[in-house]
């Protein structure tokens, strides 16, 4: 199976549930464009499986794409398991994995409700290496790691 974007999702600030966008624009050493949490920073952009959203499904949540505040909802890649410094290629654009998981300093509105929040064991982020035009529908390829001198 091909690992695709589900979703875009995109919110003007922080703390905020996404909403889907259909499409969005990377912007290197930045983020999504128009998005609250992109900025010069290592957590530019936010990624989380729709596999870890079924997961809240499945505990009878009704979530769905941004609503644990994810840049890009994706599909058919093990996002917790890439290691940091793991490049991948999303559409046009090239981002360089940061971050895994999170700590949740307030619990979220989906804690509160389930008891449990994926997010912070499942999501990711990463910092944008070269910009461009994502989507929904978009592949995702797992790229190497950090090319040798490229390492900070």
Do not use: Y
Not at 33 to 62: C, F, N, P, Y
Not at 70 to 89: A, F, K, M, Q, Y
Not at 96 to 109: A, D, F, L, P, Y
């Amino acid at each position: 199976m091909t690992a695709v974007i589900v979703s875009i999702n995109i919110s003007p600030g922080k703390g905020q549930r996404k909403k889907p966008a259909g499409q969005g624009l990377l912007v290197a050493g930045h983020g999504l464009d128009g998005d609250g949490h992109a900025g010069e920073w290592h957590r530019q952009v936010s990624l989380l499986a729709s596999e870890s959203i079924d997961t809240m499904r499945e505990k009878g949540l009704d979530v769905g794409p941004g609503d644990f505040a994810e840049n890009i909802t994706t599909l058919g890649v093990d996002l917790p398991s890439l290691p940091v410094g793991t490049r991948l290629r999303l559409g046009a654009a090239l981002v360089e994995v940061s971050q895994i998981g999170k700590n949740c300093h307030s619990r979220c509105e989906i804690f509160k409700q389930a008891g449990d929040c994926v997010m912070p064991r499942d999501g990711i982020f990463a910092r944008v290496i070269e910009g461009g035009m994502v989507g929904d529908g978009d592949a995702v390829e797992v790229m190497a790691g950090v090319p040798a001198g490229d390492a900070k």
